[in-house]
């Protein structure tokens, strides 16, 4: 909702130039919202289902790619005679008498107990598991049978807002810039096995195609709710398929609306490219090393625009200016943010944020 057209400050002719070295920042500063940009401490949360089977417990150290549970494959709640001292949760084995044979094949012959009823428990389980690797290294903090486990991750975070697929790792690329968009036919196969930073948007075309062409995660500035509940359905019918492919996650970093790759955001990603990253989906994040990358802080005064028109780009701080009104009749508190060399623009508070 920010106003573009370009006003002056009633003082801006007796003011000194907001970049040169020294200058003082205009007081209203510390009205606008703060947060940071990358979180040192990441606790990664992995949803477990009824009747996946954890392979680790808390405490221990897990490496990247290291084997965290059993996923069952199409689950189903199967009907068998109670037992005595049988809990909720514990696993059941199916026993056969000494000395009884038979020719069929049990395709349930291991499930977990969910619930008793009428002398007979409901156990789920499935002919077919997966395997669900770490996709970062770290510490097993909790581990909650039938609903998920907690891993204390190893590095750095650049949070996202939504994430969808599965948690995923791999090097990091640069596909488009930060205000692009990445077609289908764009996509090429030696990117398979990177995370993509694509830009402004991507449609659900492109992402069903980059999951079969192997690439294993896509970073992207905004993601519309048609094109998500697109890319829902085709992961909901590749799971029912017969073969596994490996995960593949999308993190969305600003929201619905289409705006460029926030410039802080951006310059990150930037220097992470080639390195080895992690997508989680709780919280929706990109996981890094920090070890060798330089995250630069923000020059005093630098205010960032989070939504409006001018979403996505950085300015400085040039002081108050009152209440404005914007478009749609909406009078609100607004300040002065100077692009580059261009007079202040009034932009609406709510509007503004710094990052620390």
Same mark, same amino acid.
């Given at each position: ?14 003011? $000194? ?19 940071? #940009? ?35 494959? #199409? ?9 005595? /001292?049988?809990? @909720? ?7 056969? *008498?000494?000395? $009884? ?36 290294? /770290? ?14 991750? *190893? ?89 596994? #492919? ?15 790759? *926030?410039?802080? $955001? ?11 990253? *992690?997508?989680?989906?709780?919280? @929706? ?8 990358? &330089?995250?630069?802080?923000? @020059?005093?005064?630098?205010?960032? &625009? ?51």
């Amino acid at each position: 909702m920010s106003e573009t057209m370009v006003q002056r400050p009633p003082d801006a002719e007796r003011r $000194a130039s907001p970049n040169a070295p020294g200058a003082r920042i205009p007081p209203g500063l510390d009205l606008i919202p703060h947060r940071t #940009l990358v979180e040192h401490t990441v606790d990664a949360w992995l949803p477990l289902r009824p009747g996946d089977r954890a392979r680790v417990s808390p405490g221990d150290a897990v490496t990247l790619g290291a084997p965290l549970a059993e996923r069952l494959r #199409l689950p189903k709640i199967v009907e068998v005679p109670a037992r005595f /001292g049988g809990r @909720p949760g514990e696993r059941w084995a199916r026993t056969v *008498a000494s000395g $009884a044979s038979s020719n069929r094949r049990d395709p349930h012959p291991a499930g977990e107990l969910l619930f008793e009823s009428n002398g007979r428990w409901r156990i789920v389980a499935a002919e077919h598991h997966d395997i669900i690797e770490s996709p970062l290294a /770290g510490i097993v903090r909790e581990v909650r049978p039938g609903i998920g486990l907690s891993i204390r991750a *190893a590095g750095a975070a650049l949070g996202g807002v939504l994430a969808l697929g599965d948690p995923t790792h791999g090097r990091l690329e640069i596909a488009t810039d930060a205000d692009g968009e990445l077609r289908p036919r764009s996509l090429d196969v030696g990117s398979a096995g990177a995370i993509l930073v694509v830009g402004a948007r991507i449609d659900a075309e492109a992402l069903t195609r980059a999951r079969a062409m192997g690439i294993r995660g896509i970073i992207v500035a905004t993601l519309p709710g048609k094109d998500r509940r697109d890319f829902l359905a085709s992961e909901g019918r590749q799971r029912a398929g017969l073969h596994r #492919l490996p995960p593949f996650g999308v993190v969305v970093l600003h929201g619905s609306q289409r705006r460029p790759i *926030a410039s802080a $955001a951006m310059g990150l990603l930037q220097r992470l490219a080639g390195k080895e990253v *992690a997508i989680l989906g709780g919280p @929706p994040s990109v996981v890094f090393d920090p070890a060798g990358v &330089v995250l630069e802080p923000d @020059p005093p005064g630098t205010v960032h &625009v989070r939504s409006g028109p001018l979403a996505g780009r950085t300015g400085r701080w040039a002081g108050l200016a009152g209440p404005r009104r914007f478009p749609g009749g909406l009078h609100l508190e607004a300040g002065f943010v100077r692009f580059g060399d261009e007079w202040p623009v009034p932009i609406p508070l709510a509007d503004l944020e710094r990052l620390v």
